[in-house]
């Protein structure tokens, strides 16, 4: 499966989550079996693998904890892993009424497209229509999804998945308008199911409304404390909306769950620049600076922080080639202005910050960079 196609196919399912350690699950029962399917209802499907798993430890035949593992799996993305599993149920002499709905995501979660299609002949619920649906928009047939979308509204069965894939397909296109019915249908079926939460959370987003987003995202949090597409999403609209304070203790989760992550070293990086300790910043991001080199924003506020402590040579460094590589970006723009200036360039810093200082809605920042670089 080439890496085009993987990305596709990723970009249509939803966020997968890892999470564990649910305040939902803190009351387990001594049967791991029990434990499995409380998680799963749960949400907490890292948890309800563990558990699965447990059980399968005491009878590699269990036939539900087999079926809860597959679910699972599949929930994950873990399509070839869900498929093993479904193999280990032939074995033990059964399989759920929905093996073939099950066999045919997991093996679109895997490319295997023909595989699908032969699966799904025949079928006419809801479901099957969704996955008809992913296909066409992991083949490109943009028309062919609408239409599997269209005719699984009135397929049969459950058909909450139906309408936030239908979501999510209209949303990864930035198309608001579209995504709208399909959300509020999603919401009506099933308001508190993460996958109706994060495209209620992206649709808000795309319609520049930070409170609804970041509401939709702390919603997924009470459930998936952990998840790491809800913390980065939480985060950036807390942001958007000025709530630092509510946003702080989201990037301290975020650097304890997945501390080699480049992306919570940026943003723990961030709020040491906003109380100015650029000494920290510095340090913090020296820490990855293989890492940041693929990560502008880090690298950009890492070149920023040498500068604020005076170490102009190494800041060109770092700013020179984000600012040349992104010509249009008014934060590597005015960073790069300001080791010009520093290195006695003006008339350099005056061509680099001129075409955002002459703006309309020119930050003043820029304008006043513009006005040092003018006076020599």
């Known amino acids: 499966m080439g890496a085009r196609l993987r990305w596709m196919i990723r970009s249509l399912f939803m966020p997968v989550l890892a999470t564990f350690g649910l305040s939902a699950c803190s009351v387990m029962q001594a049967d791991p079996l029990e434990n499995a399917q409380q998680a799963f209802a749960a949400q907490d499907y890292a948890a309800a693998r563990e558990y699965a798993q447990a059980a399968l430890v005491e009878d590699a035949r269990d036939y539900a904890a ?3 593992l597959a679910r699972t799996q599949l929930a994950m993305g873990l399509g070839g892993d869900a498929l093993a599993t479904l193999a280990r149920m032939e074995e033990a002499g059964s399989l759920p009424a929905e093996a073939r709905l099950i066999e045919a995501e997991a093996r679109l979660q895997i490319g295997e497209l023909d595989a699908v299609e032969r699966l799904l002949e025949g079928q006419t619920s809801a479901e099957s229509w969704r996955l008809r649906a992913l296909m066409a928009a992991v083949e490109g047939d943009e028309a062919g999804a609408l239409a599997a979308f269209a005719r699984g509204r009135s397929g049969d069965g459950e058909q909450h998945r139906l309408f936030t894939a239908e979501a999510n397909f209209h949303l990864i296109r930035g198309n608001a308008d579209a995504a709208r019915d399909a959300v509020a249908q999603a919401q009506r079926l099933a308001p508190q199911s993460i ?3 994060f495209v209620s959370a992206r ?11 970041s509401r939709a995202y702390l919603a997924i949090l009470d459930i998936a404390p952990l998840d790491r597409p809800a913390l980065l999403g939480a985060i950036a609209e807390l942001g958007n909306a000025g709530r630092v304070d509510l946003l702080r203790p989201l990037v301290h989760r ?4 997945y501390p080699e992550d480049i992306e919570f070293f940026y943003l723990t990086a961030r709020l040491k620049a906003d109380e100015g300790q650029w000494a920290e910043v510095r340090n913090l991001l020296q820490q990855r600076e293989a890492a940041i080199s693929e990560h502008p924003d880090a690298r950009g506020l890492y070149g920023q922080a040498l500068l604020e402590l005076g170490q102009v040579e190494l800041a060109r460094a770092q700013l020179a080639p984000l600012y040349r590589r992104y010509p249009e970006n008014p934060m590597f723009a005015r960073a790069y202005a300001l080791v010009l200036l520093e290195s006695g360039q003006a008339g350099e810093a005056r061509q680099v910050i001129a075409p955002f200082a002459s703006r309309p809605d020119a930050e003043q920042a820029d304008r006043d ?8």
Do not use: D, K, Y
Not at 254 to 257: I, K, L, S, T, Y
């Open 66 to 68: 087999l079926e809860v």
């Open 195 to 197: 996958e109706t939460l």
């Open 203 to 213: 649709l808000a987003q795309l319609r520049g409304e930070p409170e609804l987003a």
């Open 254 to 257: 975020g650097r304890e769950a």
């Open 369 to 376: 960079i513009a006005h040092r670089a003018a006076a020599g």
